[in-house]
């Protein structure tokens, strides 16, 4: 008889799910709350970005106002993907633990399954994606700071306009 355990549920052969989630352990609750929070956080990024991008009509022509809100959905990206990561990893630091307990049974034992790693891939894209977002909200033609001073006027001829000027 093979049994599984996971995030959302544990069983045997067929699926028991728990009559209350104040059964499950404290670490899986937590596990839970933080894998929520980043799909919670995820759209709302999205829906905070995207009318901060320079690309897009929406949001304004200000400058300034579109860097913030690029800045605050990359903040938010960035707080999904941690949110996500500490979710997977503390998930994967239970699992090899109980792995290698010997007080924990051979047939209860599990091992990493695709799922985790289809988590660190997540949130690994979104803290490249919120720290990409960050380091380019600031920039922009509206940031009033560019990195060579602006020329008002073209240089002024001193010479005759002759091709000995030039020598």
């Given at each position: 008889m093979g049994s599984y355990g996971g995030l959302w549920g544990y069983g045997e052969v067929q699926c028991?799910?728990?009559d209350s989630l104040l059964a499950l352990p404290a670490?899986?609750?937590?596990?839970?709350a933080l894998m929520l929070l980043g799909a919670i956080l995820g759209p709302?990024?999205?829906?905070a970005a995207l009318p901060g991008l320079q690309c897009t009509q929406c949001g304004?022509?200000?400058?300034?106002?579109?860097?913030?809100?690029?800045g605050a959905g990359g903040?938010?990206?960035l707080l999904a993907g941690l949110a996500a990561l500490i979710?997977?990893?503390?998930?994967?630091?239970?699992?090899?633990?109980?792995?290698?307990?010997p007080a924990i049974p051979v047939n209860l034992k599990y091992e990493l399954?695709?799922?985790?790693?289809?988590?660190w891939g997540?949130?690994?894209?979104?803290?490249?994606?919120?720290?990409?977002?960050?380091?380019?909200?600031?920039?922009?033609?509206g940031s009033g700071k560019g990195r060579y001073p602006r020329v008002n006027a073209a240089p002024r001829k001193t010479g005759t306009g002759s091709a000995t000027d030039y020598v």
């Open positions: 028991k799910a728990y670490s899986t609750q937590a596990t839970r709302l990024a999205l829906a304004g022509d200000d400058p300034r106002k579109k860097g913030r809100l690029a903040a938010l990206f979710a997977c990893s503390w998930y994967a630091h239970r699992v090899i633990s109980d792995f290698y307990s399954g695709p799922a985790l790693f289809v988590g997540g949130s690994a894209l979104l803290l490249l994606g919120g720290a990409a977002l960050l380091c380019s909200c600031g920039r922009g033609a």
